[in-house]
T-cell receptor, first 115, second 113 residues
Framework: AQSVTQLGSHVSVSEGALVLLRCNYS??????LFWYVQYPNQGLQLLLK??????LVKGINGFEAEFKKSETSFHLTKPSAHMSDAAEYFC?????????????FGKGTHLIIQP | NAGVTQTPKFQVLKTGQSMTLQCAQD?????MYWYRQDPGMGLRLIYY???????DKGEVPNGYNVSRLNKREFSLRLESAAPSQTSVYFC????????????FGPGTRLTVT
């Protein structure tokens, strides 16, 4: 079964600093990988996805992530944090490597931006 | 396009009561899903419907039933609610052509007392 580990339930950075949110996955098949963001009392919004094309994926709001097969990682980065980036971030992997049977989510990382 | 809509937004039930959560999507997606979100647990898949006419269990199906009413609608039923089912419930839909990227509804916050 696929699984996702997000290191750090809370990450705090200063405004303007680099954001790095870590995600490691396990998958028995080539995975599809996703990062979602959730603002308070809202649903989840897709930031970016990896579907076996380019290993460096650019998403919305200046975020990007790099797929590293050798490290089974898909870490999310943003060069300069903004106050509006404060939210919960979820990494997810497709359950069957790209099929219609849903996603397995990590437990989430709460990103705090210090002024 | 409204995307994925869910009703109700909030609900309070007493233990043993039943209710149905409704979900509809207007993106012509074949696949639909129900997840629950609990603090510190991320989202966990309850049931999914890969296509109209099919439904399958996810990670945490016990205590729930689903109905894929048509291509647009996918409902989740709690027959006898328990306090352990207090959670936020999200419906989502996806399509092969978009790599099964999930589009989420706004959620239903359910409290069982």
């Amino acid at each position: 079964a696929q699984s996702v580990t997000q290191l750090g339930s809370h990450v705090s950075v200063s405004e303007g600093a680099l954001v790095l949110l870590r995600c490691n996955y396990s998958s028995s098949v080539p995975p599809y990988l996703f990062w979602y963001v959730q603002y308070p009392n809202q649903g989840l919004q897709l930031l970016l996805k990896y579907t076996s094309a380019a290993t460096l994926v650019k998403g919305i709001n200046g975020f990007e992530a790099e797929f590293k097969k050798s490290e089974t990682s898909f870490h999310l980065t943003k060069p300069s944090a903004h106050m509006s980036d404060a939210a919960e971030y979820f990494c997810a992997v497709s359950i069957s490597g790209g099929g219609a049977d849903g996603l397995t989510f990590g437990k989430g990382t709460h990103l705090i931006i210090q002024p | 396009n409204a995307g994925v809509t869910q009703t109700p937004k909030f609900q309070v039930l007493k233990t043993g009561q039943s209710m149905t959560l409704q979900c509809a999507q207007d993106m012509n997606h074949n696949s639909m899903y129900w997840y629950r979100q609990d603090p510190g647990m991320g989202l966990r898949l309850i049931y999914y419907s890969a296509s109209e006419g099919t439904t399958d269990k996810g990670e945490v199906p016990n205590g729930y039933n689903v109905s894929r009413l048509n291509k647009r609608e996918f409902s989740l039923r709690l027959e006898s609610a328990a306090p352990s089912q207090t959670s936020v419930y999200f419906c989502a839909s996806s399509e092969l052509e978009q790599s099964y990227e999930q589009y989420f509804g706004p959620g239903t916050r359910l409290t069982v007392t």
